[in-house]
């Protein structure tokens, strides 16, 4: 699976983005699919995804309420709708597809796949 996301930018604090990621290749529609992101000098950290087997939405537990994630299988997208932003979720955020199961949805070692990354920035 290649993965291209977008929607990244800069936006002030309280404002909202939504992040997109179009795959190709095979088996969209059964895979993991998942953000996350990084700031440097930190670990990569799960955001949000959705389990490929039961299309299961799952969120890292401090981004529940202002986070929603989506998928649209026919276009083989899926999207991250963040609301309320702080300065604090300034990172660079990356969509991945990985094994199906929800369980594996927060692991970042389940995911084959990853794209390049958009840069999301929250200025206060």
């Known amino acids: 699976v290649q993965l291209q996301a977008s929607g990244g930018g800069l936006v002030q604090a309280g404002g909202s983005l939504r992040l997109s990621c179009a795959a190709s290749?095979?088996?969209?529609?059964?895979?993991?699919m998942g953000w996350f992101r990084q700031v440097p000098g930190k670990q990569r950290e799960f955001v949000a995804g959705?389990?490929?087997?039961?299309?299961?939405?799952d969120f890292a537990d401090s981004l529940k309420g202002r986070f929603i994630v989506s998928k649209e299988s026919a276009k083989n997208t899926i999207y991250l709708q963040m609301n309320s932003l702080k300065p604090e979720d300034t990172a660079v955020y990356y969509c991945?597809?990985?094994?199906?199961?929800?369980?594996?949805?927060?692991?970042?070692?389940?995911?084959?796949?990853w794209g390049p990354g958009t840069q999301v920035t929250v200025s206060s």
């Open positions: 991945a597809a990985g094994r199906s199961g929800f369980g594996l949805l927060r692991k970042p070692e389940a995911y084959d796949s």
């Open positions: 290749g095979r088996a969209f529609s059964t895979r993991n």
């Open positions: 959705i389990s490929g087997d039961d299309d299961i939405a």
